[in-house]
């Protein structure tokens, strides 16, 4: 369900990209403990497919924000690109990205944007956040420049309408129906999502889970057994369904 709009009209003012950095990445955050889980899967995985295509990869990072994701794959490539929306944003990648080609850009308005073929294009944090219309677009787009026929899609959404988190975002929705507060309360299900990816072209071939408790756990007495039981579950096949964050490797179709 999407209960935002205009996601490419945030994160355009400095201010923006720096609340997003300084608090929601913060030291001791969830989202940054979250990631802490969510790294080494992702370098192994990278890791693991670029030991079975025998090449060097080309890697794109689409939406690729503030480069936290760019950042910790760029060694992993022979050659890196991110390409994002938002100058601001763009302007802390470069700090963290020295080794890749950072453009801004529309790639649905500049198809030239994008040259590929890719290897591997990684996508954080955008499919749940992005109108539904620009989400099949933008997936269609990705489908044009990815490698045949063994290119991979890593893609993830940051809010499971399965997991525990689900009954705290329909409490939210409800205490600011009348006052809209800009959070970003999407989610979608495994189904959807699936549903979603082979409609712009792409199969799941591997799906990944990661944080299973909710995230008002983490605020109290309980964060560090609720750490402790995260971090024994990250990318276990029991969590695949219910973790809070899923990652879906894809092949095109």
């Known amino acids: ?19 997003y950095d300084s608090i929601e990445y913060r030291a001791g955050s969830y989202a940054s403990w979250i990631w802490e889980l969510q790294r080494p899967v992702l370098v192994e995985y990278l890791q693991r497919y670029r030991s079975e295509v025998k090449r060097p990869l080309a890697l794109l990072d689409f939406a690729c924000g ?19 929306i938002s100058p601001a944003m763009m302007a802390l990648a ?25 290897d591997v294009i990684t996508a954080f ?4 956040n992005a109108e539904p219309e620009v989400r099949r ?3 269609g787009r990705l489908r044009e420049v990815i490698r045949e026929p063994d290119g991979l899609l890593l893609v993830n959404v940051h809010g499971n309408s399965r997991s525990l988190r689900h009954p705290a975002i329909l409490w939210r929705r409800w205490r600011e129906r009348s006052r809209p507060s800009g959070a970003m309360l999407n989610e979608m299900s495994p189904g959807e999502t699936r549903t979603l990816l082979r409609e712009g072209g ?10 299973l408790l909710p995230p008002t756990l983490y605020r109290t007495p309980a964060r560090g057994l609720a750490q402790a ?11 695949k369904n219910w973790s809070i964050d899923l990652m879906f490797a894809c092949r095109p179709i």
Do not use: H, W
Request: with cysteine; proline share 5%.
């Open 125 to 128: 944090r955008f499919l749940l």
């Open 137 to 139: 677009r933008v997936l």
């Open 66 to 84: 503030t480069g936290r994701v760019l950042a910790c794959l760029e060694p992993l490539a022979a050659t890196a690109e991110g390409v994002d």
């Open 94 to 118: 470069r700090q963290k990205c020295p080794r890749s080609t950072l453009r801004v850009a529309d790639i649905l308005a500049d198809p030239a944007a994008l040259a590929g073929p890719y």
């Open 202 to 211: 792409f199969e799941v071939v591997q799906q990944l889970g990661i944080g």
């Open 1 to 19: 369900m999407v209960t935002t709009t205009g996601y490419a009209n945030r994160f355009q003012t400095p201010a923006e990209v720096s609340a």
């Open 229 to 239: 039981l995260d971090k024994s579950l990250a990318a276990r096949s029991c969590g």
